[in-house]
């Protein structure tokens, strides 16, 4: 019995360490066969798609299959979803591409740099348990920049598709002038394969829906039917690839002969095993090579080294969230997205996260254990061995129409109509994000969408909307109810709430006033300070202030604060018996409480038509 225990103890301690050791409890062979197939059919998505994602970055075709393999033996050790694959991915790529166009080797030293830190910053939120700082990123905001990035991507292919010779950028307003203003240099082959590709492409996904084996009687023929329209539609990528390749292998015996662009020779076998570079050369605007240091190099990567890993955590958690469900720890989602990152850099990884189109592939492939992944690897590090001579002839417009039929479905239309019937007010944080990005840069772009909507909540606390009635009790006592719709009344909405007040007093008459705390449970210094100046200034004018339903802890606060003890009630009922203690108020006065100026009124109401119309429109 002890020695049982012993084994078991080692086992759970290593467990808290790598908790992909779990999935080996009771690991069997038909675990082992569905991870296998789901690991090849991911696999054979994954390589076309990091070589174009490498070439999105501007780096050269085997980084992105560097970029592959790593996330998936890192996450299967330590993540927590069965069916989410780390690699790289379009969004990351075009981030990336910002910082690898400044030629000599510094693309490839800045692109696995940026996964360094990238992987520090996310295993520093992670430690800090910062996951939660994705949610100041809105939906309107996460549409507008994907929408933003999806455009950017896709303009970026146009060169690729269209024969263009020159890098692709990820500046959306140069890109397009570039792409226009060497429209007479497109060649008829490369423009001829990319249209055709992205036509097949888009045909291959629709194949899924069509239900074609349902119209074959025996049974078996209807599964073998539907099992290998599954096949084709999946792997769409790879066999467009495939197919385009064997047909540019044919006709490109000479290069001069060639009618298409292609990718070029890929630097066959293993990433060396090595630290990236802290600093490295670049060329200079008269040829010369200009050397870098570690401090330029940060200089240059300046706010991605903070944005870049929001997105990628972003990205990652969103995913596990809608395959593995909200029971997922987003910390340890962290951990295991940081370490791949700082694992990959070692490897000559460029920046990676989860992918959405491939965690689908995984999920439809029947995948049961993040082991698929390591399968996945192990089908990227044979092709890097194998067939990394023959992805030389793979045409760039393939590669670009993958990349384009991938980002067309990125552009979230759809968004739009129910925002504009429920909330009109969240479009423009989502349309300031769109189109500053693709003005300025997705960087700029995100952080004005965020502080956007930012503003939006800073106005809403500024300025809580107040619902005013005059009513009376059973025995007919005037009283003016005043109910805040929020649950927080902090600093810079405290003048607000005494404008209001002063308003309905000088619309209703004198009468006592009730502020309804039911749905307020918090109060900060300043604002209870002010709750304070405004009791006194109220009782200066006879006119006395109830606290109703106030919850004990805003009691103490607005005690603590003010040494004032404000009376509180239960109900307007109570109000009788309290008001008829104070001598001082005179019980049928109807005299206009003098507590602001004039102008103060004026710009109180205009302030208050101008929040009716912005609730009228939000509502």
Known sequence: MSQRRARTMPLKSLSVLLPGIKWLHGYTAQDAVADLIAGITVGLTVLPQGLAYATLAGLEPQYGLYSSFVGGIVYAMLGSCRQVTIGPTALLALMTSRHTGFGLDSGPAYGILLCLISGVVELGMAVLKLGALVDLISLPVTVGFTSATAVIIGTSQLKGLLGLRGGSGSDFINTMRSVFGNLSQVRRGDLTLGLVSISVLLLLRRLKTVKVAQRVRNLRAQQLLSGSIWVVSTGRNALVVLVSSVLAYSQCKSQDSCPFILTGKV??????????????????????????????????????????PIIAVLGNVAISKAFGGAGLSPTRELVALSLSNICGAFCSSMPVTGSFSRSAVNHASGVRTPIGGCYTSVLVLLALSLLAPYFQYIPKAALSAV????????????????????????????????????????????????????????????RPVLSVSKLQTINGMSYILIRPKHSSLYFPAIEWVRSGISKALSTHGTAPVVLDCAHVHDFDFTAARGMGSLYKELAKANVPLF??????????????????????????????SLVEQM???????????????????????????????LTTSSA
């Open 267 to 308: 630097k066959s076998g293993l990433p060396s095993l090595a630290l990236p570079k802290f600093e490295t050369t670049i060329m200079g605007k008269n040829g010369t090579e200009v050397p870098q240091t570690f401090e330029q190099m940060l200089s240059e990567l300046g706010p991605s080294m903070l944005i870049l």
């Open 583 to 613: 001598p001082d108020f005179e019980l049928h006065l109807q005299v206009t409480a003098p507590l602001v100026e004039s102008k103060m009124l004026q710009t109180v109401e205009a302030n208050a038509t101008e929040l009716s119309k």
């Open 403 to 462: 990349i384009i039929s991938a980002v067309i479905f990125m552009i979230e239309f759809e968004v739009i109509r129910p925002l504009w019937r429920c909330s009109r007010r969240e479009l423009l944080p989502g349309a300031i994000t769109f189109v500053m990005s693709l003005a300025i840069g997705v960087e700029i772009g995100l952080l004005l969408g965020v502080g956007a909507d930012v503003a939006f909540l800073v106005y809403r606390a500024a």
């Open 547 to 576: 606290l109703m339903s106030a919850h004990k802890d805003i009691s103490v606060i607005l005690k603590e604060s003010t040494n004032i003890d404000f009376p509180t009630i239960d109900c307007p009922n109570d109000l009788e």
